[in-house]
């Protein structure tokens, strides 16, 4: 069911069609929180304040504006806010870096290494390393940076949706993605050259 679908059937009843809404999108709310929180235990927290806050205000919209309402976006904003305002109350915890995997070309799209009786035991634990190094990169960028590149490689949203979830020009998130990806790379090169010298 698409998210047209979804809408109109949330504006007739909410209570009957709020369970497909959660099947539809908790994947994608959950890998958004987890790769700006970096714990699984806050990830599934702010998942659940997530359908419990768009609960509520679908309780309280007119059916109008739930058939106008863009949900992905719409639930992409209030898992951010959620998580933004969680990592603000656990700042003085270091963060967590078990980050879902992201391969060593940077593709931020998820992505677990292979495994099955053809993968070694040591290209699973070389794959877990690197994906463990690029969750700790992510996560050591400024929030105005790893923001737009969490929704645009891990929950492929357009610049468009990104705009209204995150209530930026597109162009300033083309120009953060931009520098995101530049930053990240150079984090990569840098640690590279550092496990070549030692």
């Given amino acids: 069911m698409d998210d047209m ?59 109008e504006r739930i058939r106008e309402l863009r949900l992905r976006p719409w ?16 700042s003085d915890r270091a963060p967590a870096l078990s980050l879902a995997a992201v391969p060593a070309d940077g593709d931020l799209a998820t992505y677990d290494p292979p495994a099955g009786p053809a993968t070694s035991p040591e290209a699973v634990s070389i794959g877990h390393a690197e994906r463990d190094r690029w969750a700790a990169l992510l996560a050591a960028l400024p929030e ?14 357009s610049y468009a949706e990104m705009s209204e979830a995150l209530g930026r020009p597109e162009g300033t998130l083309k120009s953060q993605v ?21």
């Fill in 75 to 90: 639930l992409a904003a209030i898992a951010v806010n959620l998580a933004r305002n969680r990592r603000r109350r656990l």
């Fill in 5 to 63: 679908e979804l809408t109109a059937l949330l504006a007739v009843d909410l209570d009957a069609a709020f369970e497909t809404l959660v099947r539809g999108h908790t994947d994608r709310c959950h890998a958004i929180a987890l790769r700006l929180l970096g714990r699984p235990a806050d990830a599934e927290e702010v998942t659940q304040d997530t359908f419990l806050r768009a609960y509520r205000a679908l309780a309280d919209y007119p059916p």
């Fill in 144 to 157: 105005h940076y790893r923001l737009p590149l969490v929704l645009r490689y891990v929950d492929d949203q």
């Fill in 178 to 198: 931009h520098r995101g990806l530049g930053l990240l790379r150079a984090a990569w090169d840098a640690a590279e050259r550092e496990e070549a010298i030692a």
